[in-house]
């Protein structure tokens, strides 16, 4: 199974790059995680937030694979716990579904990217950094696996 993360921003910092990169290793061979780094638009003298996020909008709509169910990361989407995340991820390896998560820019998601998703999810009521949301979804992604294998990893 593949869960795909599309995100607007490049060039991350190494603590960044690793954090992400530890909790996709954890995971077993059968759960592949990758990143889709897009590059944010670029604020031009004359461009407006709403374009530049339409933009923006418009390359995350064509980094997504095709087929999959995709799961916008958004603070006004409905919360989502680790339990259910696990839930969740059980389904996905039942029924061989490929999620991606969308995780925007700067100024967020744009209208066309919201309409696409299949669901508007809300990792934390706090506003984090779009990097930091990589890495916190990597570790929660492994840590609804470990549930679901029993492992001691995380703990009740």
């Known amino acids: 199974m593949r869960v795909s993360v599309v995100c607007v921003g490049h ?3 190494a603590w960044i790059q690793a954090g992400f990169g530890e909790y996709a290793k954890r995971l077993p061979p059968e759960i592949r995680l990758e990143v889709v780094e ?11 937030v709403e ?10 709509l064509a ?5 999959a169910t995709v799961y916008a990361l958004d603070e ?6 680790t339990q259910g995340l696990s839930v969740l991820l059980a389904g996905w390896m039942r029924d061989a579904t490929h999620p991606a998560f ?9 209208e066309a990217v919201r309409n ?6 809300s ?3 706090l506003t984090l950094p779009h990097g930091l949301v990589r890495v916190l979804l990597a570790e929660q992604l492994y840590r609804a696996w470990t549930i679901l294998a029993g492992h001691p990893y995380h703990r009740e």
């Open 102 to 110: 969308v995780i925007g820019g700067a100024d967020g998601l744009s």
């Open 123 to 125: 990792l934390s009521a």
């Open 63 to 67: 980094a997504i694979p095709g087929g």
């Open 38 to 48: 897009l590059k944010p638009e670029e604020k031009t003298s004359g461009k407006t």
């Open 11 to 13: 060039k991350m910092p």
């Open 116 to 121: 696409r998703a299949d669901k508007l999810v």
């Open 51 to 60: 374009k530049a996020r339409a933009l923006e909008g418009e390359r995350i």
């Open 76 to 81: 006004k989407g409905r919360p989502v716990t």
